[in-house]
């Protein structure tokens, strides 16, 4: 986000000896009674205080945001479009009692109630940790898994107020009218130490199952097919791989593999992975990934928020692929949620889902044919070299193969930070998912293709 001329709310000079003095007061005065009574912890959702969160609301779609990335006391807290950056991303130091700060990652400031305001409409601000009873907050449950934040203080909730759905719309508190733009859901960014056992699904009894489901995104109904390995165990966590179509393509041509069949289901990786992942198939809307205003982002955010928290998922093993359009909405992800997916694959794809961030390391395989007369090799080249970048590899231009050779060249890149490998392979074809194998097999793609992506995927643990 950036934020250009927009004043902030000046911060008083005397609040801070104000924070101070109220806080240790309020402590004094109610000492025996917080013992007492604690809050209810809410269902909805289980806090992990080592990890980092994305407060999304449900009424806009948008993440609680830390407004241009400001460190001083005082500073506005807004909405704004999902980016997972540092400013969105928050985590709950424990209180006691069953309340939490919400540290922002960006600045090591919480969220408080603005001079320890009981008015509705009470501005929420960020500042420095004095622990405070303006500064802490309980979990509330409202229903579809999303939780409203209560604040010890003054007994009202955080809220986008007047509803906006606006970048920049004004968090504040207001009474409890448990509203759409009072309710937040819980995304983990895995940025904090994820439990080696899995995620938040684990351990239960499955409601889920392989076939079509849909939910709702950003105010908008979408649909995704999803298989489950055969013999699922709750307690084994699973890679998570979507596969996404291409244009014109459907979610039913990525579960069926079109008409190359089951071999070619979720780009091989059904066959590949042999009940040891996960697979999810989305649909996009108009049969393709124009992921407007970032919305396909966020239906992809709202299907992992849904998959894990029903299914056992490992949450250092989300991958993404995906060819033409659908390589396109994997480089998206790449760039937008490096530190939520551990890999991607990108199958003759372009910018053509756009690329929000693109700044942060993520382990990459890049596939292009070099004749491709849609989406010219030059671009998947120069999606590769963005993450060649990031992951701090050696630059180098790789070979590639001579047309009519009927034959790929793969080349490793050398030099890459420490589990962030990027992968090029240059094939002799046009716009199709792998080389010419001279016999046309599977509609002229090769096993190969298939094998190679599956084997970077399943290299990380």
């Known amino acids: 986000m950036k934020a250009i001329g927009e004043a902030r709310p000046a911060s008083s000079p005397r609040r801070r000896w104000r924070s101070t ?248 990786q059904q066959e590949q992975s042999n009940n040891t992942a996960i697979l999810v198939a989305p649909q996009g809307f108009g049969n393709g990934w124009g992921n407007a205003g970032g919305e396909d982002i966020t239906f992809v955010d709202d299907m992992i928020s849904r998959i894990e928290s029903d299914l056992c998922v490992n949450p250092r093993q989300r991958f993404a692929l995906g060819f033409s359009w659908g390589g396109g909405m994997s480089y998206a992800i790449a760039c937008a949620r490096a530190n939520v997916f551990r890999a991607v694959a990108v199958i003759s794809g372009g910018q053509i889902s756009g690329c929000s961030g693109g700044t942060q390391p993520i382990a990459y395989f890049g596939l292009h044919g070099i004749s491709d007369n849609v989406l010219n090799i030059s671009q998947g080249r120069s999606l590769r070299d963005t993450f060649v970048r990031n992951n701090g590899c050696a630059a180098q231009n790789p070979p590639e193969p001579a047309a009519g050779s009927r034959t790929h060249i793969t080349t490793t890149y050398s030099g890459c930070r420490a589990g962030y490998p990027v992968q090029w392979a240059a094939y002799d074809n046009g716009h199709m998912p792998g080389p010419v194998d001279g016999t046309y097999a599977e509609s002229g793609i090769t096993t190969w293709t298939k094998g190679e992506i599956w084997k970077f995927f399943s290299q990380f643990s």
């Open 21 to 268: 003095l109220a806080g240790a007061a309020a402590a004094v005065m109610t000492a025996g009674l917080l013992v007492a009574v604690e809050a209810a912890p809410a269902a909805a959702a289980t806090v992990d205080t080592n990890a980092w969160y994305v407060l999304v609301n449900r009424n806009s779609g948008k993440a609680l945001d830390l407004y241009g990335s400001a460190t001083n006391d005082g500073a506005r807290i807004s909405q704004w479009t999902r980016n997972n950056g540092a400013n969105q991303q928050w985590q709950f130091v424990d209180s006691g009692g069953g309340y939490y700060r919400l540290k922002s990652r960006h600045s090591g400031k919480v969220l408080d109630v603005s001079n320890f305001s009981t008015a509705d409409g009470g501005a929420i601000v960020q500042w420095s940790d004095l622990n405070g009873t303006n500064q802490q907050f309980r979990l509330a449950d409202s229903d579809g898994g999303h939780v409203r934040l209560v604040s010890r203080h003054s007994g009202k909730v955080v809220e986008v107020q007047g509803a906006s759905t606006a970048d920049g719309g004004n968090i504040v508190q207001y009474a409890d009218l448990n509203g759409t733009n009072q309710q937040w859901q819980l995304v983990r960014t895995d940025g904090g130490n994820p439990p080696p056992s899995g995620g938040s699904g684990c351990g239960k009894a499955p409601t889920l199952s392989s076939g079509t489901h849909t939910i709702q995104s950003n105010g908008k109904s979408r649909s995704f097919i999803l298989r489950v390995p055969a013999n699922y165990n709750s307690s084994n966590p699973y890679r998570l791989i979507f596969a996404f179509h291409w244009r014109g393509g459907t979610m039913q041509d990525i579960s069926s593999g079109g008409t190359s069949g089951t071999a070619w289901s979720y780009y091989g």
